[in-house]
């Protein structure tokens, strides 16, 4: 590939990966925020997936604090507008790593690993809800598995942090 070919890609994924961030705040900001209302608290936790880890403690306490509503409401944030966002911040991590380690492509699979990991944690967060709506209840296998894969989405989250600090300096 010559010089000015590089150049130009370079610059072209230094574009995406902009504009890839530009998206990633809007989306927060004008998508993500307003369509979680619905199911947020004005105390505790109001997302699953924003601690390290959880307990079958936790997962009941955050089911029992919200109405049939609000737990609806939030499986539909999981279905939908969660796993648009775990595209976008995929594609602005990945882009920003590309452009950062020309060379070590294959470091952008963290952060892919990492969406795939938020879609399976959110996927067990839907059978923890439907579950506890059609029993009141629910088990602590699929609590441990949601928890584990939680786990490993943060262990790999801070990874991909660690990649693009790396890459900085």
């Given at each position: ?46 997302s ?100 584990g ?20 300096i």
């Open positions: 590939m010559t010089t000015a070919t590089q150049v130009s890609r370079n610059k072209n994924i230094l574009y995406f990966a902009i504009g890839s961030t530009v998206a990633f705040m809007l989306y927060i900001t004008f998508v993500l925020t307003p369509v979680g209302a619905c199911f947020n608290l004005d105390s505790g936790s109001n699953l997936g924003l601690s390290f880890s959880y307990t079958k403690d936790m997962v009941l306490s955050f089911f029992e604090s919200r109405s049939q509503e609000q737990l609806k409401c939030y499986s539909q944030f999981l279905q939908i507008w969660d796993a648009i966002f775990a595209i976008i911040y995929t594609l602005m991590y990945a882009s920003w790593i590309v452009w950062l380690f020309n060379n070590k492509r294959w470091l952008a699979l963290i952060p892919i690993l990492g969406m795939v990991s938020d879609w399976s944690e959110n996927y067990i967060e839907l059978i923890m809800i439907k579950t506890y709506s059609n029993a009141g209840a629910i088990g602590e296998t699929i609590v441990s598995i949601g928890s894969i939680n786990s490993f989405k943060w262990v790999l989250s801070s990874l991909t942090y660690l990649i693009i600090l790396i890459g900085i």
